[in-house]
């Protein structure tokens, strides 16, 4: 076995990872305010990514323009979709409020396809791509910024969510609606706000992406991927979504290694985390730091 | 001329419990259903094909429906199991099986490989099933691309035509009436178990599950059960298919036919036995109500600023994704409510106010 294989792998996984980790955030973000569980995260990194790259490429805008306008577009963005289409659905069965953003996944993915074609387009060089060499290990510097940047959102999430008035009310609202509206948190403001931090965050998350390895419809895989994460780390659990994004990370790229290695079975990448994911459901089903739902008659 | 009686007059469990309370919608039924054996003789190769799609789609739906709209637990992997039926009865058919034997057989191996599924359905619902389906349809899918032996991997797998007493049913003229058959007898089979304890058991579940439990329902049996169902029904929808287009692919079971498999049901009605026949029939009539408008728009201005021709598939899919969204939202209980309106409305007419 060589270890210094083993080991690229590793650090692989744990930047693939904390990728998942920031996407499974924004995921556990609405799904702790709102209840509500957005199948169709993926399809906000996609949009994120594809807005973005439209500004850079179409209107030639300099990135430090053009990101921030990403941003802005996704914040009203997010707000919209939970405006128009959630707030409809509260008070629903759980199952419509699943099957209501599974059709905004799909209707949102094959919007994009419609919009920006199926081929994979590579975003304008913003960063000089070089190769740095780490204790020995080669890592893109594009890599490495992904990571920082993972660590940075990860850092503003705990500083809203301890320290903001307003990620104190996200809070009281996810404990119990009742009492943060009696508290003068105005509830439906809270829903939005979560969803328009959540469009945010993915759309960040999408456009590294896109930076590393180009945009094209198969980003939205990356919010598939994050319900083994989620599940690993428990779903109301914002360290638990990190946790679970890094494990996942570092789970598929072993997976791909000992499939190489012994298996030969192929697309393991892919599958592994959701044979963990069944194991998990199965032995652990709050997952790691997941609340346990005790219900009383 | 009422299909439903114009007020309540059961004085027995037996009226309450009967399907068709009329004379008339008794009637009305033998004449549909002579209605639909004679419509090989009038109609064409293509509303014939539509319909038989309309039919197999309709009997997997129907499992779906048992299992969402009856029980109350979710599966995004539906169209996994449609797959794994149409697989296995190819491969039944290959090793000797006859197909009008491999079809039954293959929705009872379909069910095995649902209730293994199901296991632990038994202890998750909501979000959790949500999600632990949705990692059964990518570990099928995988499953598929990788098991030669059953699948034929990458290449898929030919099967032979419906055969039975000598007779080839190999047209859309002949299959008709197989899936006519299936069609009426699953659809029967499903209204008669939710008339049945074993049904009610299933409403109970979903209804209010600790309520079922105290009632002395056992839980992990029914829920594993309901998915035992829909998967029998799903793999038998999947033969029914294989045996039409004699050709199954392993790419076709993807996630948005999983996707599809709701649609219809949340279309059709959740908890409604005919809602999942309207809702198969919604599904399979607007992609081609979306083809005939674009093809209407071609060469007009809005076909050249949008390119609607190259990107037909997209916009069904955007269709089938805005008709859930739109449907959640303001029909949330379907087509089925739909037509109940509309008996309700006949019931007393002319006197309607």
């Known amino acids: 076995m060589e270890w210094a294989l083993l080991l690229q792998l590793v650090l692989n996984g744990l930047i693939v990872g904390a990728l998942y980790g920031v996407v499974a955030m924004s995921f556990v973000l609405i799904y702790k305010a709102s209840q509500v569980v957005n199948f169709a995260q993926g399809e906000f990194m996609l949009i994120g990514a594809w807005v973005c790259w439209w500004l850079l490429t179409k209107w030639q805008l300099p990135f430090w323009i053009g990101f921030p306008v990403c941003l802005a577009f996704m914040t009203i963005f997010g707000v919209i979709v939970q405006v128009v289409v959630l707030r409809p659905l509260i008070g629903e069965p759980v199952i419509s409020v699943i099957m209501a953003t599974v059709g905004l996944s799909i209707f949102f993915q094959a919007l994009m396809k419609w919009m920006f074609g199926v081929f994979a387009q590579p975003f304008p060089p913003i960063f000089p791509a070089e190769r740095l060499s780490l204790f020995g290990l080669q890592i893109q510097s594009v890599y490495l910024l992904s990571l920082a940047l993972s660590a940075v959102i990860m850092l503003g999430f705990w500083w809203f969510f301890t320290f903001s008035k307003h990620g104190l009310a996200m809070r009281a609202t996810a404990f119990d609606q009742q009492v943060a509206q009696s508290l003068g948190v105005s509830v439906p403001k809270v829903f939005a706000m979560s969803w328009a931090i959540s469009a945010v965050v993915s759309a960040v998350a999408g456009v590294v992406v896109g930076v590393v390895s180009g945009v094209s419809s198969g980003l939205s895989f990356y919010g598939i991927k994050v319900f083994p994460a989620v599940i690993l780390g428990g779903l109301d659990s914002i360290v638990g979504g990190m946790l679970g994004g890094l494990i996942v990370g570092v789970l598929e790229n072993l997976a791909q290694y000992v499939d190489a290695q012994w298996l030969n079975w192929g697309n393991m990448t892919n599958i592994a985390p959701f044979y963990a994911l069944v194991l998990i459901l199965l032995i652990k089903p709050y997952g790691l730091f997941g609340t346990k739902n005790i219900e009383r008659v | ?353």
Not at chain 2, 52 to 81: D, K, M, P, R
Not at chain 2, 178 to 191: E, G, I, K, S, T
Not at chain 2, 299 to 310: K, N, P, Q, W
Not at chain 2, 323 to 352: C, H, N, Q, T, V
């Open chain 2, 1 to 353: 001329m009422s299909m439903t009686p114009s007020g309540d007059f059961r004085t027995s469990y037996a009226a309450d419990m009967t399907i068709f309370p009329t004379r008339n919608s008794r009637l009305a039924l033998l004449i549909g259903l002579a209605v639909l054996l004679c419509a090989p003789l009038v109609l064409g190769r293509y509303e014939l094909s539509l319909m038989i799609q309309i039919g197999f789609l309709g009997i997997a739906a129907l499992g779906l429906n048992i299992l969402v709209g009856f029980t109350g637990q979710i599966s995004i992997g539906h169209a996994a199991f449609f797959g794994f039926g149409a697989f296995a009865s190819a491969w039944l058919v290959e090793h000797g099986v006859p197909v009008p034997l491999a079809i039954p057989l293959a929705g009872v191996a379909t069910a095995l490989v649902g209730l293994v599924f199901g296991l632990p359905a038994a202890r998750l619902k909501g979000l959790y099933l949500a999600i632990a389906t949705l990692a059964a349809q990518f570990i099928l899918e995988d499953f598929f691309a990788r098991a030669r032996w059953f699948t034929g991997g990458v290449a898929g797998r030919i099967t032979e035509p419906f055969t039975l007493l000598g007779l080839r049913f190999d047209h859309d003229e002949t299959y008709f009436y197989v899936v006519v058959f299936w069609v009426v007898v699953m659809f029967v089979a499903a209204a008669n178990l939710m008339r049945s304890r074993d049904g009610r058991a299933l409403v109970a579940v979903r209804d209010h599950y600790l309520s079922a439990e105290l009632m002395g329902i056992n839980l992990a049996y029914y829920r594993t059960l309901s998915f035992g169902i829909a998967s029998f029904y799903a793999g038998v929808g999947g033969a029914l298919y294989a045996h039409y287009l004699l050709f199954v692919s392993v790419e076709a079971f993807n996630i948005l036919f999983s996707i599809q498999f709701l649609a219809m049901v949340i279309i059709g009605g959740l908890g409604s036995v005919m809602g999942s026949l309207m809702g198969a029939a919604f599904m399979v009539l607007m992609p081609e109500l979306v083809q005939s408008a674009a093809q209407a728009l071609e060469g007009g201005a809005i076909d050249r600023a949008l390119s609607l021709g190259a990107s037909i598939n997209f916009l069904r899919e955007m269709a089938i994704g805005a008709a859930i969204i739109l449907f959640l939202i303001f029909e949330p209980d379907g087509l089925a409510r739909r037509w109940r309106l509309m008996k309700a409305y006949w019931k007393l007419y002319p006197y309607s106010h």
